[in-house]
């Protein structure tokens, strides 16, 4: 199955934009690119996932590159509310078809 | 109204016990899962049933019996609790089954276990 890299955290101001990478380089042509959040004592939360455009949404929007061997999550302006664990996840392929395996995902702290 | 909802929140037990964890979604949902989430914070599926029917079943131990009375509801019961159990287990659901599309999965706020 494709694994993804992604940095144990990063740091943000409120209200600054965060770009949130994410190395997908086994990616295969059909694997879509799903991105879960967990805040504090949460289950993890359902934020976008994308094939080959950019995709926006009222939480986010998703960048990936050209070659598909990348992503970047982008929050446009960071709240306090944004601090969380972020998971960049691909799911399974062949007997463990679309299973979402979560990585340890990058922690993003939120500065006021 | 929420949407995917687990009882209890906390579960405190001592080795040996046998407990129940319910888990309840109103969306509508085909499919429901069991994940553990270790001290380390890892996630991992355990679980998944589809209508009714298991479909995911990630080499967990036989102590852990999941049990779905509709699709609606899939509880988990775990015979003989050892402190190796001790998680935070969350149920989820999505629309179809994994691989049928990418439906998301709807994730229920956490039964923080803890076997003394």
């Known amino acids: 199955d494709a694994k993804t890299t992604q940095p144990n955290s990063m740091e943000s101001n409120e209200e600054e934009p965060v770009h949130l990478p994410c190395n997908h380089s086994?990616?295969?042509?059909?694997?879509?690119i799903h991105w879960y959040r967990q805040l504090p004592s949460q289950g993890p939360e359902y934020v976008i996932h994308?094939?080959?455009s950019n995709v926006n949404n009222r939480m986010a929007s998703l960048a990936i590159a050209e070659d598909r061997k990348s992503s970047t999550l982008i929050l446009h302006r960071a709240t306090l509310r944004d601090a969380a664990v972020y998971y960049c996840?691909?799911?399974?392929?062949?007997?463990?078809?679309?299973?979402?395996?979560f990585g340890r995902g990058t922690q993003l702290t939120v500065w006021p | 109204d929420t949407a995917v909802s687990q009882t209890p929140k906390y579960l405190v037990t001592q080795m040996g016990n046998d407990k129940s964890i319910k888990c309840e979604q109103n969306?509508?949902?085909?499919?429901m899962y069991w994940y553990k989430q270790d001290s380390k914070k890892f996630l991992k599926i355990m679980f998944s049933y589809n209508n009714k029917e298991l479909i995911i079943n990630e080499t967990v131990p036989n102590r852990f019996s999941p049990k779905s009375p509709d699709k609606a509801h899939l509880n988990l019961h775990i015979n003989s609790l050892e402190l190796g159990d001790s998680a935070v287990y969350f149920c989820?659901?999505?629309?179809?089954?994994?691989?049928?599309?990418?439906?998301?999965?709807?994730f229920g706020n956490g039964t923080r276990l803890t076997v003394t």
């Open positions: 969306l509508g949902h085909d499919t």
């Open positions: 996840i691909l799911p399974g392929r062949g007997s463990t078809l679309g299973r979402l395996y």
């Open positions: 989820a659901s999505s629309q179809n089954t994994p691989g049928a599309d990418n439906s998301p999965l709807h």
């Open positions: 086994t990616i295969s042509g059909t694997d879509y």
């Open positions: 994308g094939l080959t």
